[in-house]
């Protein structure tokens, strides 16, 4: 069987305004979508990744149900479900199927990330840290995940290294806005990165701002 990637990503949301940094929603941090390249998988599995891209989620939930009840050692399965679940806002069930997963295949970065994010929803902001971390450290590049680590950071009162983490997202994800050709000004300072993916630049810069003023109030400066 091929490797399994299911071809949607959910993100943070970029462009919650400044003033919901203390608490990320839970319905916002599983709602929102972003492409990702498809991989080849089992086609009796394509079926229910086809219904949850269609938006279907609980008729996705119901197909890989019945898939596990024939295939219960696939881990294509099991990751595929734990994001549905992840979809559906059961962080803990979610989790518990990627646990499930990886007796049977290491997860790739993008489910470290799913992890990291159901850990997000339970505000356990010390594991999904940890998570984000491994995700980081096979997919170094990518912008997203360093930007929901600066959201993490700043939630474990972790400035200067919020800080840092936006700041690898704003660079990472201006590269990717330039290679690509995606993306448009209008953030101001020349900025230019993929709205579809990254949502406004200027709230990752409003964030970064943030984070450096909090700091400097912990510091005391």
């Known amino acids: 069987m091929g490797k399994f990637r299911i071809t949607f990503r959910l993100v943070l949301p970029l462009l919650l305004s400044v003033s919901c940094w203390p608490q990320d929603s839970a319905s916002n941090i599983a709602e929102q979508t972003s492409p990702l390249p498809a991989q ?3 086609p009796q599995l394509a079926e229910s990744q086809a219904l949850f891209e269609k938006g279907k989620v609980s008729d996705a939930e119901h197909s890989v149900r019945q898939y596990l009840g024939q295939h219960p050692r696939s881990a294509d399965a099991h990751y595929l479900l734990g994001l549905i679940l992840f979809k559906q806002v059961k962080p803990k069930d979610s989790l518990a199927e990627y646990t499930e997963g990886a007796k049977y295949r290491d997860p790739s970065a ?7 994010l159901n850990y997000v929803l339970l505000a356990d902001y010390a594991h999904a840290d940890e998570w984000l971390a491994k995700s980081l450290t096979l997919q170094p590049k990518n912008w997203e995940g360093w930007y929901y680590l600066g959201r ?4 474990e009162n972790h400035f200067d290294e919020a800080v840092h983490a936006f700041q690898e997202c704003l660079k ?3 590269r990717t806005s330039e290679s690509t050709g995606q993306g448009s000004g209008g953030t101001g300072a ?3 990165v993929d709205a579809r993916r990254c949502g ?3 709230r990752v810069r409003e964030a970064l701002q943030k984070a450096r003023n909090d700091r400097e109030g912990q510091s005391g400066v």
Do not use: M
């Open 110 to 116: 993008y489910d470290l990330e799913i992890v990291a």
């Open 190 to 192: 020349g900025c230019r």
């Open 200 to 202: 406004s630049a200027f």
């Open 40 to 42: 080849r998988i089992d």
């Open 152 to 155: 993490t950071k700043y939630n």
């Open 172 to 174: 990472l994800g201006l």
